[in-house]
């Protein structure tokens, strides 16, 4: 069977699918990890049980086989009989068959202190301290062990030869590790299991591990308080779960205590796991396929319409409006697919109107000139909704009855005409009666303001009202040599265009308000400047005017004009700083005067520093009385170091100065300022500068002659 992947492209697709992996496998592996870690814990759990019951039942067995070796101790001693100088009896010979199974030799030890062999034979017999002596002479029975790290330890178990007579001597036996540990043929070990005995000192008496064997610290010092506990730890790089249980044999044998220490290892505890570990993975694959099987069919009778459905939508994002989405499921998704070819067929006619309408929105918008913005409304309104002819009417703010209609033919004739038409009180309230649009054909009473259009022979008119805060702003007609059909859609789009160029309008308006009012604003403030000594009112103005006359000569751009004219108002805004006293002294200033002087310029250029806007008009108010030849103030700048915009106000402000009554000289003529300026080309001031203003000076002169 075969079947169509496609939908495994989709995301939607892609996440069903996983959807229903993750809702097929997760409970599956959820489950099975619950179940490992329950089984887990129970057969750690069960192990750890298993080997305290062991170690207590081992270490109760190695208890038992001392009391058992004590009592065959005894027995030894009572079958022995002393002379002063030899044996007179020793045991029968099947009596040391069996004591060759439990204990590797005996030897009396005499009171003076030599050792007499009596069974096998015991090598290097420990030396017993006054305390073991003084137990055993007690009448009671000793267990003793000897440690050594590279062979074996030895377990000894001594008693007197007659407790009534302690001084005939002591009976010391070495017992046989394999009989006491319980490791021989009869008495083995569970099986998958290791064994250890320490001493009080945990010192270890025997192990079934290879040596060396060592504790954690932690546990050694466990089994020093605790009876008994569990504990895990690793022994040559494997893992083992362990329990100690501790054998007394103080009371009893004079020995402070034993330790049985039971291990398992890691791996054959958790053993039983290996088979499901096994079988998991089988169980995930088959759900897996089935899951996979059932989800392929069903998500693609779902998603194969969805990913034709996407084509299609991919088909209107490139402008193929023409696409057709065909789907014959007969549930919901071919009910979609005709909707969605219905919409295609829509937003085809939408498309291009649309896109016309963006065009004419951001060239209008983007427009901050009345004159850029009727041209592009006379131009293009054509595209959106074609017309015979359009105008574009705009109310005069100053006269409420007066407003300038502009006026263009088709979108073929790009001519434009001008006429001024009247507005009455009548006309103006039937546009606040109707402010989203009036139509008008012909045959009925024909408004004044639509006589332009009469008389291009327009019968039909529809007329959109610009309104800006509430008040008749201006007025947009299309008109129609025939009558027009426009249905709801038509005229919305009309009238999103008119609000879009009252929004314009507005904007350049405020431009061009805040425009004047920025040049207002400066122009006043040169006048408060030159307002503080009678000797300089109006010199900020005729100093600008004339900077800017050299601009003109010197091809500066608009931007650049801009600058000038603002710095040429400013330049001397630092003299608000200086006192009146000094401005209008009629001698010679001091030097402390002069320095309060020429600070003009600095106090200047900190006034304007907190207006970004004006950094550009800073290093004019500061550098306007530098010298060309680097003698001037503040910083003594030299040649094109100092602002192209002050070297202009250089000549201009000198000029200015020399033409003009000043406390301190009487005013020159113009020829002779002239002639001053001239003079000082290339030390005081620029020579291009100066070469700029002589041809403004000639230009005026033939003005004045004419």
């Known amino acids: 069977m075969r079947f169509d992947t496609t939908f495994l492209t989709s995301k939607v697709g892609r996440r069903i699918f996983m959807l229903f992996i993750c ?99 015991i090598e290097n017999i420990p030396e017993l301290t006054p305390s073991e002596k003084q137990h055993i002479l007690s009448g ?21 030869l007659d407790p009534k007579q302690p001084r005939r001597g002591i009976l010391l036996g070495e017992i046989n590790p394999t009989y006491l540990w319980g490791i021989g043929d009869e008495n083995s070990l569970p099986p998958m299991t290791e064994l250890c005995v320490l001493d009080h000192s945990n010192n270890v008496l025997f192990s079934s591990l290879p040596a060396p064997v060592s504790f954690p610290e932690q546990v050694a010092l466990k089994m020093t308080r605790d009876a008994s506990s569990q504990f895990e730890w690793v022994h040559e790089k494997k893992q083992y779960i362990a329990n ?35 079988i998991f993975p089988l169980v995930i694959l088959s759900s897996l396929l089935v899951v996979l099987l059932l989800s392929i069919i069903q998500i693609r009778r779902s998603l194969v319409p969805l990913e034709r459905l996407r084509e299609g939508t991919r088909h209107i994002t490139m402008k193929d409006f023409d696409s057709r989405v065909k789907i014959t499921s007969g549930d919901e998704f071919e009910e979609l697919a005709v909707s969605f070819n219905t919409m295609a067929d829509r937003l085809g006619k939408q498309f291009n109107t649309l896109t016309t309408i963006g065009e004419i929105d951001r060239a209008i918008l983007s427009a901050l000139d009345t004159e850029k913005i009727i041209d592009v409304v006379l131009t293009r309104i054509h595209d959106v909704l074609p017309c015979d002819c359009v105008s574009v009417t705009l109310r005069d703010s100053n006269a409420e009855n007066t407003a300038l209609s502009y006026i263009g033919g088709n979108r073929t004739d790009n001519e434009k005409e001008t006429e001024t038409i009247d507005l009455t009180p009548e006309e103006v309230q039937g546009f606040h009666d109707n402010p989203e649009f009036l139509s008008i054909e012909a045959g009925e009473t024909i408004p004044n303001y639509l006589t332009p259009l009469v008389q291009r022979s327009i019968k039909s008119f529809l007329v959109l009202p610009i309104f800006l805060k509430q008040r008749l702003s201006g007025i947009i007609t299309l008109g129609y040599l025939e009558p027009p059909v426009h249905n709801q859609e038509d005229l919305a789009q009309a009238r999103q265009l008119a609000d879009q160029v009252a929004v314009a309008l507005s904007n350049a308006r405020l431009i061009e308000e805040l425009d004047q009012l920025h040049w207002g604003t400066l122009t006043a403030l040169a006048r408060a400047i030159d307002a503080k000594s009678p000797w300089t009112a109006g010199h900020s103005e005729r100093v600008t005017k004339l900077a800017l006359k050299i601009g003109q000569i010197l091809g500066l751009t608009q931007e650049e004009m801009d600058v000038l004219h603002r710095g040429g108002l400013l330049h001397d805004i630092g003299k608000l700083g200086v006192p009146a006293d000094i401005l209008d002294k009629t001698g010679k200033l001091t030097k402390e005067e002069e320095h309060l002087m020429r600070e003009h310029v600095r106090l200047g250029a900190r006034i304007l520093e907190p207006i970004a806007t004006y950094d550009e008009v800073i290093p004019i108010v500061l550098q306007h009385h530098e010298r060309f030849d680097g003698t001037g103030y503040p910083d003594g700048l030299a040649g094109e170091a100092i602002s192209l915009g002050a070297r202009i ?48 000076m000639a230009e005026e002169k033939m003005v004045r002659e004419i």
């Open 23 to 121: 809702c097929a496998l997760l409970p599956i592996a959820a489950l099975a990890l619950l179940s490992f870690s329950h089984v887990t814990k129970q057969l750690h759990e069960q192990s750890q049980r298993r080997l305290h019951q062991t170690s207590k039942a081992i270490g109760m067995d190695i208890y038992g086989r001392l009391l058992f070796l004590e009592a065959e101790i005894k027995m030894i001693a009572s079958s022995i009989s002393l002379s002063s100088r030899a044996i007179l009896h020793t045991p029968s010979e099947g009596f040391g068959t069996h004591l060759k199974k439990r204990f590797k030799g005996f030897v009396l030890i005499t009171n003076s202190g030599t050792s007499m062999s009596l069974f096998g034979r």
């Open 140 to 160: 009671e029975t000793l267990v003793s062990s000897t440690y050594h790290p590279d062979r074996s330890s030895r377990i000894f178990i001594g008693m007197a």
């Open 244 to 278: 100690y249980w501790s054998i007394f044999l103080q009371g009893k044998f004079f020995t402070p205590k034993w330790a049985v220490v039971l291990s398992e290892s890691k791996a054959d505890v958790l053993a039983p796991m290996a088979t499901f570990k096994k």
């Open 649 to 696: 106000f250089a000549v201009a402000d000198s000029f200015d100065a020399l033409t003009s009554h000043r406390p301190y000289r009487d005013i020159l003529g113009r020829e002779r300022a002239i002639e001053v300026i001239k003079s000082n080309a290339g030390s005081q001031f620029d020579p291009k500068m100066v070469q700029a203003f002589l041809e403004v």
